[in-house]
C-alpha cells in the first residue's frame, strides 16, 4: 500500500497569511494526487485535482504543485473561511490512500 | 445539480450488520462514474473502503475489509448500498459515499453515522 503523509498535522496561522501544506508518498504517484477540505461534521470538498488542477468553483488563492513522491498545498492568503482540515489522497493505485491530515486552525 | 442523498444514521450492537444506502440524481448516467465508500471514525482521518461500478457491479474492497462488506446497486433507482457485517466497536464512524473521476472525487454524500454500541 501506498502511505501518504502530511506535515504539519497542524498549524496556527492569522487571516491573510500564506500556508503551505506538505504531502508525502511512500512511492511515486506520478501526478495522481487530490487534496481535500474538511469542516467538522461535514463531507470533504475537493479542491485541486491531478496535483495541480484547480477544482471549478474553488477560489484561485488555493493551488497545488508536485509530482512523483512530494506535493505541496498552498494558500496564498488565509481567509476567515479556509480553517479547516485538509487531507491529500492518491489515486495511482488500489487501494486508495489518504494522508493523515493538517488542521489549520486561528493562531 | 448532482446529489448524493444517504440514509439516516444507525445504532447497532457489536455483531449485527448495517446497510447505508446512497441515492444519485442531477446527473444522467449514473451508471458511467464508479462510486466508492470512504470512513471517518470520529476524531481520525479518512479511510477508504472499495467501489462499485454501477454499471457492472463490480467490485473492488479494501483488503481489511474483505468478507465482511458487500456494495450493491440498483440501476433502476440509482442508488448504491454498503453493507458491513460482524460490526465491532471500532466501526464507528461516519460514512460517506463519494463520486468518483479519475479516482478523485467531485461530489460526496452527507455522510452516514453509525454507532456500534452495547
Known amino acids: 500500500d501506498i502511505q501518504m503523509t502530511q506535515s504539519p498535522s497542524t498549524l496556527s496561522a492569522s487571516v491573510g497569511d500564506r500556508v503551505t501544506i506538505t504531502c508525502r508518498a511512500s512511492q511515486s504517484i506520478s501526478s495522481w494526487l487530490a487534496w481535500y477540505q474538511q469542516k467538522p461534521g461535514k463531507a470533504p470538498k475537493i479542491l485541486i485535482y491531478k496535483a495541480s488542477s484547480l477544482e471549478s468553483g474553488v477560489p484561485s488563492r488555493f493551488s497545488g504543485s508536485g509530482s512523483g513522491t512530494e506535493f505541496t498545498l498552498t494558500i496564498s492568503s488565509l481567509q476567515p473561511d479556509d480553517f479547516a482540515t485538509y487531507y491529500c489522497q492518491q489515486y495511482n493505485s488500489s487501494p486508495l490512500t489518504f494522508g493523515g491530515g493538517t488542521k489549520v486552525a486561528i493562531k | 445539480q448532482v446529489q448524493l442523498v444517504q440514509s439516516g444514521a444507525e445504532v447497532k450492537r457489536p455483531g449485527a450488520s448495517v446497510k447505508v444506502s446512497c441515492k444519485a440524481s442531477?446527473?444522467?448516467?449514473?451508471?458511467?462514474?464508479?462510486m466508492h465508500w470512504v470512513r471517518q471514525a470520529p476524531g481520525q482521518g479518512l479511510e477508504w473502503m472499495g467501489w462499485i461500478n454501477p454499471n457492472s457491479g463490480g467490485t473492488n474492497y479494501a483488503e481489511k475489509f474483505q468478507g465482511r462488506v458487500t456494495m450493491t446497486r440498483d440501476t433502476t433507482i440509482s442508488t448504491v448500498y454498503m453493507e458491513l457485517r460482524r460490526l465491532r466497536s471500532d466501526d464507528t464512524a461516519l460514512y460517506f459515499c463519494?463520486?468518483?473521476?479519475?479516482?478523485?472525487?467531485?461530489?460526496w454524500g452527507q455522510g452516514t453515522l453509525v454507532t456500534v454500541s452495547s
Open positions: 463519494a463520486r468518483a473521476r479519475a479516482g478523485d472525487y467531485d461530489y
Open positions: 442531477g446527473y444522467t448516467f449514473f451508471t458511467g462514474q464508479y
